[in-house]
Each structure stands twice: as structure tokens, then as C-alpha cells.
């Protein structure tokens, strides 16, 4: 086709002109197989085409052309694999199935799910000439997370221990998700094949998850009450009223305080008598923190506060949505209630570890964020099979340090001190230490307890307990939140005895962990400014 190409210009313009004009025309169609072909940047598909190629999934694979693409991978910041998919069978394989799917989700034809559903797109974007999708490289830390999954599950064993419980882990100064466990969990395998069976008309994911489970599909999605490790942010508000709110002392002389329609006790109906902020913080008093919300931050303050750190507003990070629950009238009773966590006041594991981290960090809280890198993936193929490496990093990191600010570095170091004297005293009375390398490790401690209503109203007989901590306490690296939900009020369950023994031993498996070093952590808080535009522009991409 050239030759005759060449001759036909050769009549017409000459034979110089003729072999200039075929070269030309000969340089641009292998410039455009490059770009194209060659490069796997896929410059010529379009977002609609992407979607296109990403809702078609069938059986864990998708008909791209005349090829079938396989799921990309999803490993652990350690390159350890997680999550894949062969071309056997084109379903989903996990390291830990029940580990894993309520972290990172999946992506398949009948549903997706956190951030498989976010990052559908890339698992199913393949190199022209290969049939596996991107892999997808987390920051979550396969040991952490499968032990403190196997911890979460060991104590869901009824007897009033309560049967959901969330451990999240996430690096202080960089919002990185290290460990972000839930129970209960499922296999996805079984579920989806219940869901394909169901008629979808009247059946949703969710009605699946939530007829095999009795639960809440996702955590995030179902905040439940914080009780009192919501006085962090009720702290900011007394603390930034001024030093004579802060340093005036509320006497408490019944262990109660009469609201006009109810009575608000302290935990077990202690009296305290005078008392000031850190003791009423470390001591978790109800009576001084609703006396202060009342008489002092007033509804107005609150609603700034928490429209500051987000609550009631969803959120969006790359694995997923989180919702969270804020309202109440503008009287005394209900303000008093929210001050201390209770009435409409809803929040995840999540949105809790933000706060702390809020507080740890001088007011600053870094995105909390699951990807670490996505990378293309190249195929060998051999007569035994093909072979997958790592190709072209296609989207880096995106570390926001400054996605929230909620308080002054003047105000998280008066919180600091109350967290860190609570952490002090959790270890006296629990005859407990985090030692590393025969050093003692301070730790800032919050906890709470909300207790839940009943559908008909009034108190359930249940809670949600909480320990929201900082470690270590003189230069947060990690904020780690510990919560259990349903257990029993009535002081049968031993699982709150047991909670600071848990957080020792997540610490302990932290410092432990040869890929967690907590003195590395600190020169990675920031992007390089100068990858920024290709950073946007490889976000683009999804």
C-alpha cells in the first residue's frame, strides 16, 4: 500500500516531494501508536468510556474489545496482596476475607462497595496488550489490621460483650489508614450470590448485608452515639470562651444535675464537690461539662463547633462516605445532653480518631486517606501462563495536612494535658505500662460511654463504650479509637475492664512491627509541591 502511495505522488508532485510527504504520514502513524498503544495512557478514552467499561463487570471480568479484563490487585503498603483475581474464575480472592471486606470493600457486576466502588475505574483499566486491571497499593498494614480484626472478633462473643465493635489506626501527622477493622464482617463470595439470586427490584445490597448479618452494612455509614469522648469537643468550646471559664470550678454537690424535665447523673452518681476542668474531663464528669455548656459555650457556640469538625456533614474520602448525626433544640436540656455526647449526636470510629487527631496534633487534622499509589499493571505471558509486574505509577499519594483546623495550638495543649493525665491514670488502675526498649510510653486517653435508647425511648440496658487515645503522648504519631457497641450496662460484660489492656496491646503490636517505625513517620507529612499538576492530573484519570 506504501509503494503504490509513493508512485501515485510521485506523478503528482515529484519524487522528492512524493518520499517527504510518505515519511511524514509514516512518522505520525508510529507517534501515534506510541501515545496510544505503547504508553497505556489510553489518551483517547473517554471518562464516559471508562464508566462504560467500569459498570460492564461480569463475574469479577469485563469484556473490554475482543479481551477480558481481570480485577486489578489490592495490596497492603507493604506490597503484601490483600485482595485478587485470576483467570480461573474472575472472583475476588482475599488474604483474610472477613478481614478485609469491611476495609476495602470489592468490586464486582451486581454491587461495589467502598473502595472497590471508588476506585472501580482503575481496577478494571488495563494496559492495550494485557488483561489485568490496575493495582491499587494501600496504606493499610496487613499484620495490624488482621490482628486487631481477630481481636475485634474474639470479643464479639455475646454474654453482654456486644456484637459490633470498630478499631481504627491511623498515622497522626499524615492521616494515613493504617488499620481499619469492623465486626461483624462477611465473606463476599456468598453475599453476592445471594444478592444475584434476588429480585433487585424490591432488594438492595444493603437488605442482603443486612438479613445475613442482623447489622448495618458499613460503619461509616451508621454513626452511633460517642458519649463522652465527644467532650473533646466540648472542651474547645470552654477553653475558648477564655482563662476564667476555664479556670472557674463547678460545684457538684448531688452527683446530678436537675434539667427542667430531667434529671443528667454522673456516671454511677459520684459526687465531686468542687472540681476543675482537667479532673472533670479526666473523671468524665456529666454535671461540670453540662453546667459549662449551659451557663458558658451556649447553643450557638456548640453548632460552630461542630459544623467545624464536620459533624453532621457528610464526608468523602477515597474509600468511602461518612456520615455523622448533629441536631437539637435551642433549650437547657437538650444542650446539656449533646455537651456530653448523648442525645442527636452520631458519629463513627472514623470521625472520632479525626477528632482526637484534632486534638493531638495542635488543631490540625490531616485527611484520612486509603491509597497509597495506583500503578498499571504489565503482563508477561509464557507458555505456563502469563506473569503480572509493577508498569507506571499512574496516581501517587495525595497527603491533605491540612484538610481541617478546629482548634489553636494553645487550645490542644490544655486538652493534651487533661488526655495525657487520664492516660496516666487508665495505667494505675489497670497495673498496665507500654514499655519499648525499657522505656516508659506516655499515652492521651479519652473515654466515653453512651448509652442507648430503646425503640420504645429510655435507657436500653446498652451501651456504646469508647477509648479514643494518642500515642506516643510527647509527639503523637498515632491516633488509635477503640469502641464496642451494644454491651451490656448492667456491669456483667468485662469488656470495658478490658479496653486500655486492648490498647496496650495494639500499641504493643505497632512498635513491634518492623514496618511501622514510629520515629519515620514525621518527614512524610507533606506532598512535594513540585508533583502537584501531576498529581491533579493523574486524580483526573479516575
Not at 461495589?112 to 496504606?139: R, V
Not at 448485608?209 to 467532650?231: A, C, D, I, Q
Not at 480518631?353 to 486517606?369: E, N, R, S, V
Request: aromatic fraction near 10%; glycine fraction near 8%; proline fraction near 2%.
Amino acid at each position: 500500500m506504501i509503494r503504490k502511495l509513493i508512485k501515485f505522488l510521485k506523478k503528482c508532485w515529484g519524487k522528492k516531494a512524493a518520499y517527504a510527504y510518505a515519511g511524514l504520514m509514516l512518522t505520525a502513524c508510529i507517534l501515534t501508536y506510541k501515545l496510544y498503544f505503547a504508553s497505556g495512557s489510553n489518551i483517547f478514552k473517554s471518562e464516559e468510556e471508562k464508566a462504560s467499561v467500569a459498570s460492564s463487570v461480569a463475574e469479577g471480568k469485563i469484556a473490554y474489545g475482543e479481551k477480558n479484563i481481570i480485577q486489578g490487585d489490592i495490596t497492603d503498603r507493604n506490597d503484601t496482596v490483600i485482595m485478587t483475581s485470576d483467570s480461573v474464575d474472575g472472583y475476588a480472592h482475599y488474604k483474610d476475607a472477613e478481614a478485609y471486606t469491611q476495609a476495602i470493600g470489592f468490586a464486582s457486576k451486581d454491587a461495589s462497595y467502598l473502595l472497590g466502588k471508588t476506585s472501580k475505574a482503575w481496577l478494571y483499566d488495563a494496559l492495550p496488550g494485557t488483561n489485568k486491571g490496575c493495582t491499587i497499593q494501600t496504606t493499610l498494614d496487613s499484620d495490624l489490621q488482621e490482628y486487631c480484626y481477630s481481636k475485634l472478633k474474639n470479643a464479639c462473643t455475646g454474654n453482654g460483650a456486644g456484637d459490633e465493635g470498630s478499631i481504627v489506626v491511623l498515622e497522626a501527622k499524615t492521616g494515613r489508614v493504617l488499620t481499619w477493622a469492623y465486626t461483624p464482617s462477611f465473606d463476599v463470595t456468598e453475599l453476592l450470590t445471594a444478592y444475584a439470586a434476588a429480585n433487585h427490584n424490591t432488594t438492595t445490597w444493603e437488605d442482603i448485608v443486612e438479613n445475613t448479618l442482623h447489622s448495618e452494612t458499613y460503619p461509616m455509614l451508621h454513626p452511633r452515639m460517642p458519649g463522652s469522648v465527644f467532650k473533646i469537643l466540648t472542651s474547645i468550646g470552654i477553653i475558648e470562651k477564655g482563662e476564667s471559664c476555664l479556670s472557674e470550678t463547678v460545684y457538684d454537690g448531688t452527683g446530678y444535675l436537675q434539667l427542667e424535665n430531667s434529671v443528667l447523673p454522673n456516671a454511677g452518681g459520684q459526687v465531686y464537690g468542687e472540681i476543675g476542668f482537667k479532673q472533670a474531663f479526666m473523671d468524665s464528669v456529666n454535671v461540670y461539662f453540662a453546667k459549662k455548656a449551659i451557663e458558658d459555650v451556649g447553643k450557638a457556640r456548640m453548632d460552630e463547633l461542630a459544623e467545624r469538625c464536620s459533624i453532621g456533614t457528610p464526608q468523602y474520602f477515597d474509600f468511602g462516605m461518612m456520615l455523622s448525626k448533629y441536631d437539637f433544640n435551642n433549650n437547657d436540656e437538650e444542650l446539656a445532653r449533646t455537651a456530653i455526647g448523648q442525645q442527636n449526636v452520631q458519629m463513627s470510629a472514623m470521625h472520632v480518631a479525626m477528632l482526637t487527631m484534632g486534638a493531638a496534633c495542635d488543631g490540625q487534622i490531616a485527611k484520612p486517606h486509603m491509597i497509597q499509589q495506583v500503578y498499571r499493571t504489565k503482563e508477561k505471558k509464557t507458555a505456563e501462563g502469563s506473569t503480572y509486574s509493577k508498569g507506571e505509577i499512574v496516581q501517587e499519594e495525595k497527603i491533605d495536612t491540612g484538610y481541617m483546623h478546629i482548634m489553636s495550638p494553645e487550645t490542644s495543649e490544655v486538652i493534651r494535658d487533661a488526655m495525657e493525665g487520664k492516660g496516666e491514670a487508665l495505667k494505675q488502675e489497670s497495673g498496665m505500662d507500654l514499655v519499648v526498649n525499657g522505656q516508659s510510653i506516655g499515652i492521651g486517653c479519652k473515654t466515653g460511654t453512651g448509652q442507648i435508647d430503646s425503640s420504645a425511648g429510655g435507657y436500653s440496658g446498652y451501651n456504646n463504650i469508647w477509648l479514643t487515645s494518642y500515642v506516643p503522648a510527647d509527639d503523637p504519631q498515632y491516633i488509635i479509637v477503640l469502641n464496642k457497641y451494644k454491651v451490656d450496662g448492667s456491669g456483667t460484660s468485662s469488656y470495658g475492664a478490658t479496653m486500655f489492656e486492648d490498647l496496650i496491646d495494639v500499641c504493643n503490636r505497632i512498635y513491634n512491627n518492623n514496618h511501622l517505625n514510629p520515629t519515620d513517620n514525621a518527614d512524610e507529612t507533606e506532598t512535594d509541591e513540585s508533583d502537584a499538576s501531576a498529581k491533579e492530573e493523574a486524580a483526573a484519570h479516575v
